[in-house]
């Protein structure tokens, strides 16, 4: 998995058409987290890191966290003394790693052996708050998702209306999730991507909020 580099505003700053310095990087190109930090009401720009991800498949959590880390510190290499955001999220599911799928057919038959099962999301996230003398603070998410029972035309229609190819587990729980999912236990910003419980208390404590 890759994610490829750049910049936009995002936020009120981006709202509003203005260009003030940055007070918050959110190292990803992730919608949903984008629009996570946008409903905080938090100033923010996008950097999109160049890196390499990497997956273990048989160790989700340590995906996660190694991807959070990896591109925190490359949006870092940039932007050293502005607080960074950055997150990675992938599915466990019978106790392998699940990304994005790399094709349709790939996302069918995955939506297809999710069908009726439970599965957990895992979301790494790693915190820098800028500046030289504090090490990042990395945290893992877990949620558990159990799915609908599908039918391969529900698959079909569903994938009518969501692109699964730039999504972790080939789905999206904010874009007509209802249609395939039965319940939720636990956080759903962190099926999302981005888990309120862990950057809110940060924010706040960055007086970013």
Excluded at 94 to 117: E, F, N, Q, W
Excluded at 125 to 146: H, I, K
Aim: aromatic residues 4%.
């Amino acid at each position: 998995m890759t994610e490829s580099a750049g910049s936009t505003l995002g936020g009120a700053a981006g709202r509003e058409g203005a260009d003030p310095p940055a007070s918050l990087y959110l190292a990803s190109g992730s919608l949903r987290r984008r629009e996570i930090l946008e409903r905080l009401g938090v100033s923010f720009r996008v950097h999109v890191p160049d890196v390499n991800e990497v997956e273990y498949e048989t160790d989700p959590e340590a995906t996660v966290r190694v991807n959070a880390l990896i591109k925190l510190r490359a949006t870092r290499d940039t932007h050293a003394d502005v607080p960074i955001i950055a997150a990675d999220t992938v599915l466990e599911f019978d106790g392998h790693c699940i990304g994005k799928p790399t094709s349709m057919d790939a996302a069918h038959v995955l939506l297809r052996a999710l069908s009726g099962r439970t599965h957990r999301v895992l979301t790494g996230v790693a915190l820098w708050p800028g500046g030289d003398q504090a090490d990042p603070v990395v945290s893992v998410g877990a949620s558990t998702v159990r799915f609908r029972v599908l039918r391969d035309e529900d698959i079909s229609a569903y994938f009518g209306i969501v692109n699964p190819l730039d999504k972790a587990g080939g789905y999206d729980i904010d874009q007509s999730g209802d249609t395939i999912i039965a319940s939720v236990e636990g956080s759903r910003t962190n099926v999302m991507g981005l888990p309120l419980e862990v950057i809110e208390p940060w924010l706040n404590q960055q007086g970013l909020l």
